[in-house]
């Protein structure tokens, strides 16, 4: 046996659940002995399942799980203005879906948001969340919004607006069929998204339990209005693990 067939049948065994989050698997000298090849060949199964984000290894620590069971990563589905048929974000081969609000500050753009069309040094809101299939994260989930956009508020609405509400205020969602956009008076006439594959940043890898630099699915997301002007913008990081879906109804 090689390497890469003890890589196949560990990541067949996270598929499964075999091999849960957050599991200790057998360390290399004992990895090695069950399969009985080298310790450089276990030690070398060890690295590729790293490098995939499957795994996390720590000096004195050993090598843990850091995925849950194969699952896409449905990002949503897209309509026209009318979307009584609409869905919201789920996984796409089932299991309890849940999504939380982890972070929410307001500071000036820095720099990079300049490729996304928000200028250095304007004063953007930043939402971060955290989307999980049955209890362990799959999705870290970055929305940066100019802070004029960020401080809208449906009609006739009182305190604080939905998009400023801090972590842990109750949700609040447009009415069904409604788009958030419409609900809050947003001028969005398109969305451009950019689907790469690339390390993971330090915020998402710490939020999914990898090592940061972990190779991910990146979706860069650029909504504007119909002067051109950048609305909002989501990032969202996803393992190499799971599969990024997403529905258009036309």
């Known amino acids: ?7 196949a049948e560990i990541r067949q065994g996270i598929s ?8 200790r698997l057998p360390s290399v000298r004992a990895l090695a002995e069950r399969h009985e090849v080298s310790q450089q060949t276990a030690a070398a199964a060890y690295a590729v399942l790293a490098a995939l984000g499957l795994v996390r290894t720590e000096r004195g620590s050993g090598t843990v799980v850091t995925a849950g069971r ?13 979307l ?8 796409a081969q089932g299991g309890d879906a849940t999504e939380e609000t982890t972070g929410v500050q307001q500071r000036p ?11 250095e040094g304007s004063e953007v809101v930043e939402r971060t969340r955290i989307r999980a299939v049955d209890g362990t994260p799959v999705q870290h989930k970055l929305t940066v919004l100019p802070y004029p956009v960020a401080a809208r508020s449906p009609e006739g609405h009182e305190g604080v607006p939905p998009m400023l509400a801090p972590v842990g205020a ?3 969602r447009p009415p069904h069929g409604v788009r958030m956009a419409d609900w809050l008076g947003w001028d969005v006439a398109d969305t451009q998204a950019a689907i790469t594959a690339e390390p993971m940043d330090p915020a998402a890898a ?4 990898v090592v940061p630099g972990t190779p991910a699915f ?15 913008v989501t990032v969202t990081t996803a393992p190499l693990h799971h599969r990024v879906t997403l529905s258009i109804l036309g």
Not at 109 to 119: R, V
């Open 170 to 172: 109750a949700p609040l």
């Open 109 to 119: 753009a820095p720099a990079l948001m300049e490729e996304w069309g928000i200028s």
């Open 84 to 91: 009584g048929a609409a869905s919201a974000w789920q996984p």
């Open 206 to 209: 710490q939020a999914l339990g």
């Open 1 to 7: 046996m090689n390497s890469s067939s003890i890589v």
């Open 70 to 82: 194969a699952a896409d990563a449905h990002l949503g589905t897209f309509a026209p203005p009318d």
């Open 218 to 232: 990146r979706i860069l997301s650029i909504t504007r209005d119909s002067q051109g002007a950048t609305v909002y």
């Open 16 to 23: 499964a659940g075999q091999y849960r989050y957050g599991t």
